[in-house]
């Protein structure tokens, strides 16, 4: 298993006290600047409107001097807001040190505040207001400065040209991304992506240009510094394009901020609120069918005519009378066939074997019929009421084989074919 | 007033009795107001005035908006008489809808038994409420001696690109057997107004 101290990441054993004190002083700096937006220790604020008290009290500070304040003149400074509100927020900004005792020792009660986070409070006021849009500018405005700077070396122009390739990669991902996925209308909210953002890309094709002239090494940063201009630059084009298609087909009205719609309905006389709807009747007064809904009715009317219905049965299926089935029964048929084969025997006798008529010789009945398929018939059917159940007769064999080439048959075996006893 | 305010001040009048009665049936020899559109009865001397709908601004528009429309009493078999009407007065699809032949009851209750399988009894029923929904509407015309149906104005209403849709529908509705046609002797019941 390996050693590695869980400590490594967080606080690293080899740290010089040097770097352990710079460290502490960029937190304690990072801990002042959110203390504004802090709502509570190691929570972010709720509601705008803490931030109104924050200044206030910031303010308050300002207008004390060095000798700093306590909470309850903080409270009495600042009467447009509550004492609670005052001093919650009072002892928020102390726990994230935004503002400290003047002198550190107990039962100290004077305060002073530290100049950060008014700064960044400033910022976010203007963040808040204009979209980021102007940081912007100015940061790339800095940016320009550095580069153009006399004692810049190549490490200050590749920092820099790092620095706007991040922001404008950061840029286009986020608004490609509504572009593909998003819904129209996060698309309109983060608008202020799109407005106005031309100048963006020359501002940093200017610093762009002069890095490169100053220092040609740098080519390969320089070009991805293009490739995420021109990728932020297609980002704005197919959203522009995405939220014209959105408002030339569905007239959806709501691709606008409500307030624009409600200051032009405040601002506008009648003749410029009329002109929104020119062209417009959206009034049917009698009823109206479109071709399509013409030709949707017809096609569900075929439909439910085409279905192929069971047809009908009893209520309550019951099981055939098991009784009932009788199989095909051709015992009359046969009975009649025997009959007609003993006659035939009777009238064309001239042997004296079968004085009853009960019996006949199956070489005579073939050799009478004439052809193989009527020899053929004629012994399925006497072999068919052989084995009839309910019929009479028999079928007898005997060994003997009468052969004659000139008949036919040629030959037959011997046999009877007689009434059963009873 | 000048020339132009006096047209829109006609079409505006137009439209609106238009809007409120449906199409006007005016003599032939009146001028038509600029945003009005002239359709002929045969014969000539009437013209029927109904309106000019631009594109995209019509009732279309509210499905779109996802407003309701007027409300329709059984809204599928109207539409099918209608398709029904239409199977039996354009009698050619490559030409105009407008005005289209005569075509007597009992046909169209025959096309719209063979277009939806009911039976002659419950045909006849929904034909004669259609018709009579459809001619207050002015998308037939009912002819109460003659017994006989048209197209009315309002067809003339529909779009160009409407048109190739209708003449599919044309050419799958069936023919109904001759022999189903038949003059039927039961009147109408209830009125046409």
Redesign the interface.
């Known amino acids: 298993m390996g050693m590695t101290s869980p400590l490594d990441t967080t606080s690293p054993v080899d740290m010089t006290l040097d770097e352990a004190a710079t460290e502490a002083a960029v937190l304690r700096l990072y801990r002042q600047i959110f203390a504004v937006l802090a709502r509570e220790a190691g929570a972010m604020i709720m509601d705008a409107g803490l931030i109104d008290v924050d200044e206030a009290i910031l303010e308050a500070f300002a207008e004390a001097g060095s000798d700093g304040l306590t909470a309850a003149e903080a409270v009495a400074a600042c009467p447009q807001f509550d004492a609670v509100t005052i001093e919650r927020r009072f002892g928020l900004l102390r726990d994230y040190r935004a503002i400290s005792k003047v002198v550190d020792r107990k039962n100290e009660q004077h305060y002073r505040a530290a100049f950060a986070p008014y700064v960044m409070l400033l910022f976010l006021r203007r963040l808040t207001e204009r979209g980021g849009q102007s940081e912007l500018h100015q940061l790339l405005t800095l940016e320009h400065l550095n580069v153009t700077k006399p004692d810049a070396v190549a490490a200050d122009g590749q920092a820099s040209v790092a620095r706007m390739t991040k922001i404008f990669r950061l840029l286009a991902n986020e608004l490609a991304s509504l572009v593909q996925r998003g819904a129209a209308e996060a698309l309109r909210e983060n608008a202020q992506l799109l407005w106005g953002n031309r100048s963006l890309i020359t501002q940093a094709e200017e610093a762009h240009a002069t890095v490169l002239t100053r220092w040609p090494e740098l080519a390969t940063d320089c070009a991805l510094l293009r490739i995420s201009l021109a990728a932020y630059g297609d980002a704005i084009e197919s959203a522009a394009g995405r939220l014209l298609e959105q408002a030339g087909t569905t007239r959806a009205l709501g691709l606008l901020p409500a307030e624009t719609w409600l200051s032009f309905a405040r601002g506008s006389g009648p003749q410029t609120l009329a002109t929104v709807l020119d062209g417009f009747v959206f009034d049917a007064p009698a009823p109206w069918f479109s071709a399509q809904a013409l030709a949707e009715a017809v096609e569900s009317a075929r439909q439910a005519g085409g279905i192929r219905l069971r047809p009908p049965r009893p209520e309550n299926p019951e099981p055939a009378d098991p009784a009932g089935i009788v199989p095909a029964d051709d015992a009359a048929d046969l009975r009649s066939s025997a009959e007609r084969l003993l006659a035939a025997a009777e009238a064309s006798r001239d042997n004296s074997e079968d004085p009853d008529g009960e019996r006949v010789s199956v070489a005579d009945v073939l050799s009478g019929a004439g052809d193989w398929a009527t020899c053929r018939r004629l012994l399925a059917e006497m072999t068919a009421i052989h084995h009839h159940p309910d019929l009479g007769y028999e079928l007898i064999w005997s060994d003997g084989l009468r052969i004659d080439p000139e008949r036919s048959p040629s030959w037959t075996t011997e046999g009877w074919f007689a009434r059963k006893d009873r | 007033m000048n020339a132009h305010e006096t047209a829109l001040h006609q079409t505006a009048l137009w439209w609106a009795r238009i809007?409120?009665a449906?199409p006007q049936l005016v003599d032939a020899d009146g001028p038509t107001p600029p945003g009005l559109m002239r359709l002929a009865e045969p014969g000539g001397s009437r013209v029927w005035l109904t309106t000019v709908?631009?594109g995209g601004?019509?009732?279309?528009?509210?499905d779109?908006?996802d407003?309701p429309?007027?409300v329709?009493e059984q809204?599928?078999?109207?539409?099918?008489v209608?398709?029904a009407v239409?199977k039996s007065c354009w009698l050619d699809p490559s030409g105009p809808l407008w005005p289209g032949a005569t075509a007597p009851f009992g046909q169209i209750v025959a096309t719209f038994e063979a277009?939806?399988?009911?039976d002659e009894v419950v045909s006849h029923r929904a034909v004669v409420a259609a018709v009579r929904?459809l001619s207050w509407?002015?998308?037939l015309l009912w002819d109460e001696q003659t017994r006989t149906v048209r197209l009315g104005p309002?067809v003339a209403t529909?779009a160009a690109t409407?048109?190739s849709?209708?003449r599919?529908?044309w050419r799958?509705?069936p023919v109904p057997d001759k022999a189903a046609v038949r003059d039927t002797e039961t009147e109408m019941d209830g009125d046409t107004s």
């Open positions: 809007r409120a449906g709908l631009p601004a019509g009732p279309a528009v509210l779109e908006l407003l429309r007027p329709l809204p599928n078999d109207t539409a099918r209608l398709a239409l277009l939806t399988g009911h929904r509407s002015g998308w309002r529909w409407e048109l849709t209708l599919e529908l799958s509705i």
